[in-house]
C-alpha cells in the first residue's frame, strides 16, 4: 500500500505540470474547435494513469524529491532490481528519493479518501436509479419521467436517454440530438473514467478542477457539434430550452450527463456566437497540443552516472552497524575497493581473487534529515565518534546498490556518495557501513 500511494503521488505530481499547462493553453486558445479541448484532458488522463512515460531533452518536468517507503532492512530505500538492459535501474526516472516512515500514515489515509469517493458515486447513482423507476418508455432509448427536471444519459452497456415529462415538443428533438451525440462518442465512459482518476488523485486540487473543466469541455464539444448545421433560429430554440431546462449543480459524480446542469451560461454565449472555426486556428490548436505533449507528458532525460568519482578505495573504521550483525571493527576484510563506475563494482581480496563484482547497480537519494532518521534508529551500533555528516539541500547524499553478477538475491553492497564523493561502503543486508578511503 505504501509503495502503491507512493506511485500514485508521483504521478500526480507530474501530472500537475500538465494541467497548468492545460488550463493556459485552453484560455489562450478560445476559437479553436472544442474537441481539442478534449484531446488536452485525454493527455492529462494519460499522464494520471501511466507509470512509464518516454524520456526527452525538451521535458519541463521538474525533478521531483519525495520520501519513497522502504522494504524492511533495505538501505537506500530500493527493492528494484537492474536488468540487463538497464544496468543502472532508477526509479521514477530521476525523481529523487528518500527514506521515509510516514507512507503508512498518509497510505491510510489515501486509501480512506478513495473509498469515501467510490461509496459516494454508488451511492449517487443508486439514489437515482431508484428516482427514474418510474420512467415510462417514450421510444427506442428514450424515457420520460415525472421525477426529472433535466435530460440526461444514465447506464453503460444499454444507456438510456431520460426526458422530463412536461418537455416541450419543439425542444424534444434538440435536446434528443445532444443526448445521442453523446451517445455516439461514448462520453459516458470517459466521464466515469474521469471521475475515477480523480477519485484515486482526490489529494490533488488541479485533478478537481481538471475533472470540472472536462465535464464543461464535455457539454461544449456536444453542443458545437449538434449546432454546427443548425440555422439561427435552430440555435435560439436550443439555447431557450438549455435555459428552460438548466438546473443546479448538486456535487459531483461519475454520471449522469445532464443536458442542462453544466455551464449552462457559457453555453448558451458560445451557442449564439457560434462561428465555424477558422483553419489557421485549428492548426494552431493541432501545434499546441503536440508541443504541450512533448513538455509535459515526458519525463526528463537525466544521467545516473555524472559527476561520480571513480577509483581504488580501502574500507576503513566502522561507522555503524546493526546491533545483531558480527561487526569488526574496520573493513580491512573487504580488501581492494574498485570503483569502476557508477555501474560497476569490484572487490579484490589481498591475495588478487575477486571476491565480488557487479556491473548493474540501483540509484536513490537520501536528505539530511532522512539520513539522520534512518541511521539514527536505536538498532544501529554506531562507531566511536562517528556521526551522520552535514550537508545543505544544495548537496546530495546518493547511494548505489551493487548486486553480485551470479546471485543478485545473495548479497549486495552499496556506496554513500556525497556530492559525487563515495564517503561510506555498507556491506550485506546486516547493514555494516565503513568508511572508505582512497
Known amino acids: 500500500m505504501d509503495r502503491l500511494f507512493f506511485e500514485v503521488l508521483s504521478l500526480s505530481l507530474k501530472a500537475s505540470w500538465l494541467i497548468i499547462g492545460v488550463l493556459f493553453l485552453r484560455c489562450l486558445l478560445r476559437e479553436t474547435p472544442k474537441s481539442f479541448r478534449l484531446i488536452l484532458w485525454s493527455l492529462t ?17 521538474p525533478v521531483q524529491r519525495l520520501a519513497q517507503p522502504l522494504a524492511q532492512g533495505a538501505i537506500g530505500g530500493l527493492t528494484q532490481k537492474p536488468s540487463a538492459g538497464n544496468p543502472v535501474a532508477q526509479d521514477l526516472s530521476g525523481t529523487a528519493l528518500v527514506a521515509s516512515s510516514s507512507w503508512s500514515f498518509f497510505g491510510l489515509i489515501w486509501l480512506i479518501g478513495l473509498s469515501l469517493m467510490l461509496l459516494y458515486a454508488l451511492t449517487s447513482y443508486w439514489n437515482l436509479r431508484r428516482k427514474v423507476r418510474a420512467a415510462v418508455r417514450l421510444r427506442d432509448n428514450l424515457w420520460l419521467c415525472d421525477e426529472v427536471g433535466s435530460p440526461f444519459i444514465l447506464g453503460y452497456f444499454c444507456p438510456r436517454i431520460y426526458l422530463p415529462s412536461q418537455l416541450e415538443a419543439r425542444t424534444l428533438p434538440l435536446v434528443e440530438a445532444h443526448e445521442q451525440s453523446h451517445l455516439a462518442r461514448g462520453d459516458q465512459w470517459w466521464k466515469l473514467l474521469g471521475f475515477l482518476l480523480m477519485s484515486v488523485h482526490w489529494f490533488n486540487p488541479l485533478v478537481w478542477t481538471a475533472y470540472i473543466l472536462f465535464c464543461r469541455d464535455l457539454e461544449l464539444t456536444c453542443d458545437e457539434r449538434v449546432i454546427r448545421a443548425m440555422t439561427v433560429p435552430q440555435r435560439q430554440d436550443y439555447a431557450r430550452g438549455l435555459l428552460t431546462l438548466s438546473l443546479p449543480r448538486h456535487g459531483l459524480a461519475a454520471g449522469p450527463l445532464a443536458f442542462g446542469e453544466v455551464g449552462v451560461r457559457e453555453r448558451i454565449v458560445k451557442i449564439l456566437r457560434y462561428q465555424k472555426p477558422r483553419r489557421s486556428m485549428t492548426v494552431l490548436a493541432l501545434v499546441a497540443t503536440l508541443m504541450l505533449a512533448g513538455c509535459f507528458l515526458t519525463d526528463p532525460a537525466t544521467s545516473l552516472t555524472q559527476g561520480i568519482q571513480t577509483g581504488t578505495f580501502r574500507a576503513g573504521p566502522l561507522v555503524c552497524a546493526g546491533v545483531v550483525s558480527y561487526r569488526p571493527m574496520t573493513g580491512e576484510h573487504l580488501g581492494q575497493i574498485q570503483i569502476l563506475s557508477p555501474t560497476a563494482l569490484k572487490l579484490v581480496k589481498q591475495d588478487g581473487t575477486v571476491s565480488f563484482e557487479s556491473k548493474s547497480a540501483t540509484r536513490s537519494y537520501y536528505s539530511q534529515s532522512a539520513l539522520e532518521k534512518e541511521l539514527g534508529d536505536p538498532s544501529f551500533f554506531w562507531g566511536k ?5 552535514k550537508f545543505s539541500d544544495a548537496q546530495e547524499m546518493s547511494v548505489y546498490t551493487y548486486y553480485a553478477e551470479d546471485n543478485q538475491d545473495s548479497l549486495s553492497y552499496r556506496i554513500f556518495f556525497l556530492n559525487g564523493e563515495p564517503i561510506w561502503i555498507a556491506e550485506g543486508m546486516n547493514i555494516r557501513i565503513y568508511e572508505l578511503i582512497h
Open 45 to 61: 488522463a494519460l499522464r494520471l494513469m501511466l507509470p512509464v512515460s518516454v524520456k526527452s531533452s525538451w521535458s519541463l518536468i
Open 385 to 389: 565518534g562517528k556521526a551522520v555528516p
